[in-house]
C-alpha cells in the first residue's frame, strides 16, 4: 500500500474553519480574571504590532489521531509570534504553515494541575518543541517555568525577585498582588490598559497642576511686580509732592524777601523825603 504523501493527508483533514474550539470553560473566576490579565497586558503592550497572535483557552488541532480520538489540547494561554493577528476560531497547525506556540501559560487548578505539571508539559516540548512553558495556580501561587533544550524543558531559573525572564516576551514573568504579571527589563510592572488610562489621566492631572501652579506664581509675580510699581509711583508722588513743597516754600520765601525789599525801598524813600524836608527823624 503506497504511503499517503503529506498533500494527501492534508487534503484528509477536516475544514480549518469548521473546527471549532472545544474547551471547557475556567476553573473560576480568579482563573478567568487572571488569562484576561495576560491577554490586555500584551496586547496593550504590542498594540502597534500585527505580527502576533494570542490564544486564550482555545483548541490547538495538530494531527488527524487527535481528532479521531478526540484528545483536543489548549492551553490557557499561548503566543505565536511572526504570524498574523486576525481572529481564529481555534488553531490548526496544518493550516498555519505548521506552526505551533512559541511561549505557552497554564493556569493551574485542582482537576488540571497534574495534567500540566506532566502530560501537557512533555506534549509541549516533544511534540508542539514549545520555546517556553509556564505555569501559575492563581489558588496557591505555585510558578514555574521552563526553557526548550533538546526537546526536554529545563528550569528557567528566577531573579532575586521571583521573576523569569521570558526571551520569547522579551519579558519577565512574576508574582504581583496575587497575580501572575509581566515586567519590563528595567523592573518596571507593565499596567492593563485601565491602569495605563489611570496612569495618563494622573499624568494629564499632574500636567494640569503644574500648569496651574505656573499661573499662580506668574500671577504672583505680576502681582508682586504691580506692588513694586505701585510703591514706586507712591514714592515718585512723594518726592513729587516734597518737590513741590519745596517750591511753595521758596516761592514764599521769594515772596517774603521781595515785601522786605520793597519795604526797605519805601522806607529809603520815605526817609529821602524827611531829609529833604529838613525833618528829623
Not at 507712591?234 to 516761592?251: G, Y
Amino acid at each position: 500500500m503506497a504511503a499517503i504523501t503529506a498533500r494527501e493527508l492534508e487534503m484528509q483533514m477536516p475544514d480549518a474553519k469548521k473546527l471549532l474550539s472545544d474547551e471547557p470553560e475556567m476553573e473560576s473566576s480568579l482563573h478567568y480574571m487572571q488569562l484576561l490579565l495576560l491577554v490586555t497586558c500584551l496586547e496593550w503592550l504590542w498594540q502597534e504590532r500585527d505580527d502576533f497572535f494570542i490564544g486564550a483557552n482555545l483548541t490547538i488541532y495538530f494531527s488527524r489521531q487527535q481528532l479521531k480520538n478526540h484528545d483536543f489540547r489548549g492551553p490557557d494561554f499561548f503566543l505565536v509570534k511572526n504570524t498574523t493577528r486576525e481572529s481564529r476560531n481555534s488553531w490548526v497547525v496544518w493550516e498555519e504553515d505548521g506552526r505551533y506556540p512559541d511561549l505557552i501559560v497554564e493556569l493551574l487548578s485542582d482537576s488540571t494541575a497534574n495534567v500540566d505539571r506532566t502530560l501537557k508539559r512533555d506534549l509541549y516540548a516533544q511534540r508542539f518543541h514549545t520555546p517556553e512553558y509556564f505555569y501559575f495556580s492563581p489558588d496557591t501561587l505555585e510558578f514555574a517555568g521552563f526553557r526548550l533544550d533538546l526537546n526536554q524543558y529545563k528550569p528557567i531559573i528566577p531573579n532575586a525577585q521571583g521573576w523569569m525572564w521570558s526571551e520569547m516576551l522579551g519579558l519577565f514573568l512574576g508574582i504581583h498582588d496575587r497575580q501572575l504579571r509581566y515586567f519590563s527589563l528595567e523592573g518596571s510592572l507593565l499596567p492593563t490598559p485601565q491602569e495605563a488610562a489611570r496612569i495618563e489621566i494622573k499624568k494629564v492631572e499632574q500636567e494640569r497642576q503644574k500648569v496651574e501652579q505656573e499661573r499662580l506664581k506668574a500671577e504672583q509675580e505680576r502681582q508682586k511686580a504691580e506692588q513694586e510699581r505701585l510703591k514706586a509711583e507712591q514714592e515718585r508722588l512723594k518726592a513729587e509732592q516734597e518737590r513741590l513743597k519745596a517750591k511753595q516754600e521758596r516761592l514764599k520765601a521769594e515772596a517774603l524777601l521781595n515785601r522786605a525789599e520793597l519795604a526797605e525801598d519805601s522806607l529809603r524813600e520815605l526817609q529821602e523825603k524827611m531829609r529833604s524836608l529838613g525833618i528829623e527823624y
